[in-house]
Structures are given as structure tokens and as C-alpha cells.
């Protein structure tokens, strides 16, 4: 499981791509849904990698990571950790 401290630091970071610095509660539903499809192990990537590289980027970015760290593993090209 994705830990809440890991989704509060994202999110912390996607707030500041708002020029509010506001994120609808709706926003983080409908993200974190579309985070299903995808093993927990590469969310969990995903968010850390966005945390740290793309700090400018809105979430949309953060399931183009999840999709690519997904077929790297389907392909047995990453094991977890950093891709």
C-alpha cells in the first residue's frame, strides 16, 4: 500500500503547480482511482520520482511515469526501486 505520508508530500508538491496552491478534494479522488490500475510498488515509484524530478509538473505527468515504470516491469526490466 501507498503510504499517506508519500500522498500527502505528493500532493503537497502538485499543489504548488495551482497558481491558487489549491487542489479539489474531487482532483485527488478521481487521480488516485486512475492509480489502480497500476501496481502499488510503481505508484509508490512514481510518486517519489515525481516528488523529487518533476516538482514542476501537474499530475497528469505522474501516470505517464506510472505507465512506463508499469511495462518496464511487465517486462522484467525493474524490480522496484529507482527505474
Known amino acids: 500500500m501507498v503510504s499517506e505520508e508519500l500522498k500527502r508530500e505528493y500532493w503537497k508538491v502538485i499543489r504548488r503547480t495551482r497558481p491558487s496552491g489549491r ?8 487521480t488516485e482511482e486512475q ?6 510498488d510503481v505508484v ?6 515525481h516528488i523529487v524530478q518533476h516538482k514542476s509538473e501537474k499530475e497528469c505527468y505522474t501516470l505517464g511515469i506510472m ?11 525493474w524490480e522496484g526501486g529507482t527505474a
Open 44 to 49: 509508490a515509484e512514481a510518486l517519489r520520482v
Open 67 to 77: 505507465r512506463n515504470l508499469q511495462k518496464q516491469k511487465d517486462k522484467g526490466k
Open 35 to 40: 492509480w489502480k490500475a497500476f501496481d502499488e
Open 23 to 30: 487542489i479539489s478534494p474531487g482532483l485527488v479522488s478521481r
